[in-house]
């Protein structure tokens, strides 16, 4: 009886905290990690998503960058057409 109620306990903490994993991982993907800090350097037909915050410096002045805006799930992409730039996020894009 003890053992039953034991193994159904572990049962759960581990279903508990599957499923506690998975809900921050499928948050994180929704909204965009803007935690974390990066300095991305990009070169020709590089593509990076753009999150709220982030700044693109071109690294000179014949640096072309492409911006596409996705309309319905709000996103921004820059795919960098000549030159190099780099992205800076989180405590990076701080000036």
Partial sequence: MIRKKIQTLTLSIVLATLFIGCGEESNEHV???TSKDAAITMSI???QQVLA????????AS??????????DDTKYVTILSGSATLLRGSYAVK
């Fill in 31 to 33: 909204f965009g990690d």
């Fill in 45 to 47: 037909g590089d593509e």
């Fill in 53 to 60: 915050g982030d700044v693109i410096e071109p690294n000179s």
């Fill in 63 to 72: 640096t072309r960058i492409e911006v596409e805006h996705i309309i319905d």
